[in-house]
């Protein structure tokens, strides 16, 4: 089991600046990956960003050269920058630890959420 706790979130003018910062604890050990998704009234949750156990960092185009996810030990961290009306939207940090591996080989991992926060940014 892991447990995920985010912290960070809030209002801000457009162009500034949030850190976002989740801790994790439990079986910290048998996470392969975290990261950041948010999630708009009405729509499914999205991935903004996200690390590997190795470094390996993936992000959403609307995001890219604004956003920078960092890990450490066990938190993850999402700096966010230039911030923009659409990025107004409830933000969940998210770790994927491996489970078992399908038929073809791939893994197939459970997710773990924490309660997530509201970033809200003003026009």
């Known amino acids: 089991q892991v447990q995920l706790v985010e912290s960070g979130g809030g209002l801000v003018q457009s162009g500034g600046s949030l850190r976002l910062s989740c801790a994790a604890s439990?079986?910290?050990?048998?996470?392969?990956?975290m990261g950041w998704y948010r999630q708009y009234p009405g729509k499914q949750r999205e991935l903004v960003a996200q690390i590997t156990i190795s470094g390996a960092t993936n992000y959403t185009n609307s995001v890219k050269g604004r956003f920078t996810i960092s890990r450490e030990n066990a938190k993850v961290y999402l700096q966010m920058n230039n911030l923009k009306p659409e990025d107004t939207a409830f933000y969940y940090c998210n770790a994927k630890v491996p489970v078992a591996v399908n038929i073809e080989g791939a893994t197939v991992d459970e997710d773990y959420w924490g309660p997530g926060t509201q970033v809200t940014v003003s026009s």
């Open positions: 439990g079986s910290v050990f048998s996470i392969n990956a």
